[in-house]
């Protein structure tokens, strides 16, 4: 098994089921209480990675024009509504008691028959996850993880939403575990898929960055900001910025910290260009693959 796989699986079991873990290991009062601020974290955390570090590593690592990746965000963004659309790729954070004055019996409805609904949406949902996931990891390691860790960030609140709506669905705690769990685990399929799907065609890694950051925008614009759009008092209103803020502000260092210990060995990188080192006789760049490794 290679390294990288290696770090896909990991990283994509931590995302899948670490935060299944953190949802079964609390009370419903207190997901409850927390959940709200997840979410604000976790659309920091989702935005600071498309735009902070996606996006523009995407950019670094291919010689497409501008026009072209930018129709390709354009698409991700359509392919994920469209997908929404017809209930695929389902992110709820939704519950009764989120004080969004959600009817009695709305989780219920939410969780449908025998819990299908949630588990074949999330299940599709983790699987795009653990796509994006190996693909950033196919890129280069450090950003694997930084892509690895925003995924986190979003499950936590997504499985968090996904158990409350189960037990007050009346789901036992044993039965909402096991399904959330089941779901989580798709992350690990579609990261072994994504590796060996992906891996053959290194010239396509910049435009499904992209893609991925399309993902990372579109769960983070349409689903989690509009949550945190609601007239609140200007305390509540302040804990909401500084939860966004705190998401932003550790991709940034996270970013800066891969962009330090990589410098001496993009610098070499640079040197070797100049002097035809790192190229193939043909003149073409070496693959992506774990680039500055």
Not at 57 to 62: D, L, Q
Not at 136 to 161: M, N, S, W, Y
């Amino acid at each position: 098994m290679s390294n990288t796989l290696l770090w896909i699986i990991l990283a994509t079991f931590a995302g899948g089921v670490l935060s299944v873990v953190i949802a079964a290991s609390l009370t419903l009062s207190v997901l409850k209480l927390i959940v709200r601020h997840l979410v604000s974290l976790s659309a920091g955390v989702l935005l600071g990675t498309a735009l902070l570090k996606m996006l523009p590593e995407a950019f670094e690592t291919t010689s497409a024009s501008p026009q072209a990746l930018f129709a390709t965000l354009l698409g991700g963004l359509l392919f994920f509504f469209l997908l929404e659309k017809v209930e695929l790729y389902r992110h709820s954070h939704h519950h009764e008691g989120d004080g969004h004055h959600h009817h009695h019996h709305f989780d219920a409805e939410q969780a449908g028959r025998g819990g299908w609904s949630v588990l074949l949406g999330d299940g599709i949902h983790n699987f795009c996850d653990g796509v994006l996931i190996a693909t950033a990891f196919l890129v280069d390691v450090r950003l694997g993880v930084i892509t690895a860790a925003a995924v986190i960030a979003h499950e936590i609140p997504q499985e968090v939403g996904d158990y409350i709506v189960l037990l007050n669905a009346g789901f036992s705690r044993t039965r909402a575990l096991a399904y959330n769990a089941m779901s989580g685990m798709a992350a690990v399929v579609g990261g072994v898929f994504g590796y060996f799907v992906i891996q053959p065609f290194q010239q396509w890694l910049p435009f499904l960055l992209v893609i991925a950051s399309s993902s990372f925008i579109y769960v983070a614009v349409a689903d989690l900001i509009p949550q945190l759009q609601r007239r609140l008092a200007w305390r509540d209103t302040v804990t909401q910025l500084a939860w966004l803020a705190v998401g932003i502000s550790m991709i940034a260092l996270l970013s800066g910290l891969s962009h330090d210990h990589g410098g001496a060995g993009d610098e070499h990188d640079h040197h070797g260009d100049e002097h035809g080192i790192g190229h193939d006789h043909t003149g073409e760049a070496p693959p992506l693959t774990n680039r500055r490794f």
